[in-house]
């Protein structure tokens, strides 16, 4: 039963990292995008920042997700 329930404790501390990276992630994303009258990006250099900002929130969730042994099953949680 410790053993089930530290697997959860675990899985419940990577699903706070999960849900941060994928929130800062959206954050990032839904930045707006600006166009001049030519169809092309007014600033390009914050455009990049929050794609770089939304790639590294998605590898940090990625990274948690993968470096956890073991989710926890339905029967864990008996």
């Known amino acids: 039963m410790l ?3 530290e697997k959860i404790r675990r899985a419940a501390a990577a ?3 999960i849900l941060e990276g994928c929130n800062t992630a959206l954050q990032a ?4 995008l600006w166009t001049n009258g030519a169809g092309v990006l007014s600033d390009p250099s914050m455009v990049r920042s929050n ?3 939304a790639r590294a929130a998605i590898d940090m969730a990625l990274d948690a997700m993968n470096s956890l042994d073991g989710w926890p099953r339905e ?3 008996e």
Not at 29 to 32: D, G, K, T
Request: charge should be negative; proline fraction near 6%.
């Open 3 to 5: 053993e089930n329930q």
């Open 15 to 17: 699903t706070d990292v």
């Open 29 to 32: 994303l839904h930045a707006p």
């Open 51 to 53: 794609l770089h900002r």
């Open 75 to 77: 029967q864990d949680y």
